[in-house]
């Protein structure tokens, strides 16, 4: 009788499982067709779309692999010299790092270098968003939620921090560097020419280097040049920088932590593949391409710098000007053709004043793709632009910034000389 009633038991057991399993492949199968992704089925669907080829026994990954061993050799012999130095050894971090433990994944965070997509990735990695927010992928993730909201499932370290240090010399760490001249050309476009810190940077650049700033110029702090930009930083850089142009080896010196990668923003797509593969985490891998990422880019920056009416003196908030103010941004940041005048006219004609966002990211969407259908080629317009800013700055001051970031060219193995004449 107690065998009997065992072996109905097990029964009963066995068919409650059999049960669940059903209901399991069930919903999942409701869930793909409501069109709701759980993280896990994203990933299924990126494993089976994804058209990267890179995997650990590739010949493409060994490649990536060995220069990127070249790229930390260089990088430990140069800080086993600096490392004699009073400055390196009293070195104080101000850097952040981002943790997810149950991956051993370590972020440390640079601004104007990748920050962004970076963070996006981890976020979703980590499922680090509440459920009602509907993320099908990390491009779904607005940015102001990366930046500003809480974090549920990470951490944020301090790269001063003792216990982070010890806590990252058992996981992946990595980083993302990126040429000091484009990296403080991007911050000066993002920071200063749009409207993000006019309310506290540009504002304390005015007062200090404008004795007899006007009343206005004080209160929307909204016209500062990258000449104006970079006098601030040669005139304050002893007293520390606001970490979007602070130097990248006070952020996160590889002299003091030992990076497992430190991806470029110059080989950013290659770099993500490999660091990707690197850390098992091919199933992320979407078929990203340069302008999947430009789109994203605009429609972000587009919402975001709108978004920031609130923040903005109500009288220096203008749309049309931020519109036009983003224009020339895309330009300057090679997305759209700099022969294209801006099109406050079409602007006008909509309701653009109502739905400034979806408009303006209309147009210019719109104008990226008969720029591609009309085989407009802009490839070195990016470059070109910045070049011809850097160009009309005094050679004295752009020597002083080549000297303010003078470990950062030599340490990540960037030319400090811009132009051949």
Same mark, same amino acid.
């Given at each position: 009788?107690?065998?009997?009633? /065992?072996?109905?038991?097990?029964?009963?057991?066995?068919?409650?499982?059999?049960?669940?399993?059903?209901?399991?492949?069930?919903? =999942?199968?409701?869930?793909?067709?409501?069109?709701?992704?759980?993280?896990?089925?994203?990933?299924?669907?990126?494993?089976?779309?994804?058209?990267?080829?890179?995997?650990?026994?590739?010949?493409? %990954?060994?490649? @990536?692999?060995?220069?990127?061993?070249?790229?930390?050799?260089?990088?430990?012999? +140069?800080?086993?010299?600096?490392?004699?130095?009073?400055?390196?050894?009293?070195?104080?971090?101000?850097? &952040?790092?981002?943790?997810?433990?149950?991956?051993?994944? &370590?972020?440390?965070?640079?601004?104007?270098?990748?920050?962004?997509?970076?963070?996006?990735?981890?976020?979703?990695?980590?499922?680090?968003?509440?459920?009602?927010?509907?993320?099908?992928?990390?491009?779904?993730?607005?940015?102001?939620?990366?930046?500003?909201?809480?974090?549920?499932?990470?951490?944020?370290?301090? *790269?001063?921090?003792?216990?982070?240090?010890?806590?990252?010399?058992?996981?992946?760490?990595? *980083? $993302?560097?990126?040429?000091?001249?484009?990296?403080?050309?991007?911050?000066?476009?993002?920071?200063?020419?749009?409207?993000?810190?006019?309310? +506290?940077?540009?504002?304390?650049?005015?007062?200090?280097?404008?004795?007899?700033?006007?009343?206005?110029?004080?209160?929307?702090?909204?016209?500062?040049?990258?000449?104006? %930009?970079? /006098?601030?930083?040669?005139?304050?850089?002893? /007293?520390?920088?606001?970490?979007?142009?602070?130097?990248?080896?006070? $952020?996160?010196?590889?002299?003091?932590?030992?990076? !497992?990668?430190?991806?470029?923003?110059?080989?950013?797509?290659?770099?993500?593949?490999?660091?990707?593969?690197?850390?098992?985490?091919?199933?992320? +891998?979407?078929?990203?391409?340069?302008?999947?990422?430009? @789109?994203?880019?605009?429609?972000?920056?587009?919402?975001?710098?709108?978004?920031?009416?609130?923040?903005?003196?109500?009288?220096?908030?203008?749309?049309?000007?931020?519109?036009?103010?983003?224009?020339?941004?895309?330009?300057?940041?090679?997305?759209? !053709?700099? &022969?294209? &005048?801006?099109? +406050?006219?079409?602007?006008? /004609?909509?309701?653009?004043?109502?739905?400034?966002?979806? #408009? %303006?990211?209309? $147009?210019?969407?719109?104008?990226?793709?008969?720029?591609?259908?009309?085989?407009?080629?802009?490839?070195?317009?990016?470059?070109?632009?910045?070049?011809?800013?850097?160009?009309?700055?005094?050679?004295?001051?752009?020597?002083? #910034?080549?000297?303010?970031?003078?470990? !950062?060219?030599?340490?990540?193995? =960037?030319?400090?000389?811009? %132009?051949?004449?």
């Amino acid at each position: 009788m107690f065998y009997r009633g /065992k072996t109905h038991s097990c029964f009963i057991v066995q068919l409650f499982i059999t049960i669940c399993l059903l209901y399991k492949i069930l919903n =999942y199968d409701y869930v793909l067709h409501q069109g709701h992704l759980s993280q896990k089925s994203y990933n299924m669907i990126c494993l089976k779309n994804s058209t990267h080829q890179l995997n650990k026994t590739s010949l493409e %990954f060994q490649k @990536q692999n060995e220069r990127m061993e070249q790229r930390l050799k260089l990088i430990r012999q +140069k800080c086993q010299h600096y490392m004699q130095d009073n400055y390196w050894q009293n070195l104080r971090l101000s850097g &952040h790092v981002l943790s997810y433990e149950k991956e051993q994944i &370590h972020f440390c965070l640079v601004p104007k270098a990748g920050n962004t997509f970076w963070k996006r990735i981890i976020r979703f990695l980590a499922n680090d968003f509440p459920e009602n927010l509907n993320i099908k992928r990390p491009t779904d993730i607005d940015r102001h939620y990366i930046h500003e909201s809480p974090l549920i499932n990470i951490q944020r370290w301090s *790269m001063q921090n003792p216990i982070s240090r010890m806590l990252m010399t058992n996981g992946k760490l990595f *980083m $993302i560097a990126r040429d000091p001249f484009s990296r403080l050309w991007s911050a000066y476009i993002d920071k200063f020419l749009l409207p993000d810190f006019w309310h +506290k940077d540009a504002l304390d650049c005015v007062k200090k280097l404008r004795p007899n700033a006007t009343y206005n110029e004080i209160k929307c702090a909204n016209d500062v040049s990258f000449e104006d %930009f970079l /006098k601030f930083i040669c005139e304050t850089f002893t /007293k520390g920088l606001n970490n979007h142009w602070e130097r990248l080896h006070r $952020i996160c010196s590889p002299c003091h932590v030992q990076f !497992d990668v430190i991806g470029t923003i110059e080989t950013f797509l290659s770099d993500y593949d490999y660091i990707l593969t690197k850390f098992n985490l091919d199933f992320l +891998k979407e078929n990203t391409t340069k302008l999947d990422i430009v @789109q994203v880019e605009i429609a972000t920056l587009t919402k975001y710098n709108f978004d920031l009416e609130r923040a903005v003196v109500q009288t220096c908030f203008d749309k049309t000007d931020v519109a036009k103010r983003l224009w020339l941004a895309f330009q300057y940041n090679g997305y759209i !053709d700099r &022969h294209m &005048h801006f099109p +406050k006219n079409d602007l006008l /004609k909509t309701k653009f004043v109502e739905y400034p966002i979806q #408009i %303006f990211t209309d $147009i210019v969407l719109r104008t990226i793709k008969n720029q591609t259908k009309y085989g407009i080629d802009i490839t070195r317009q990016k470059r070109t632009m910045m070049l011809e800013a850097y160009r009309k700055i005094p050679k004295d001051l752009l020597k002083n #910034i080549i000297s303010v970031y003078k470990y !950062d060219f030599e340490l990540f193995g =960037y030319k400090s000389k811009l %132009f051949d004449d």
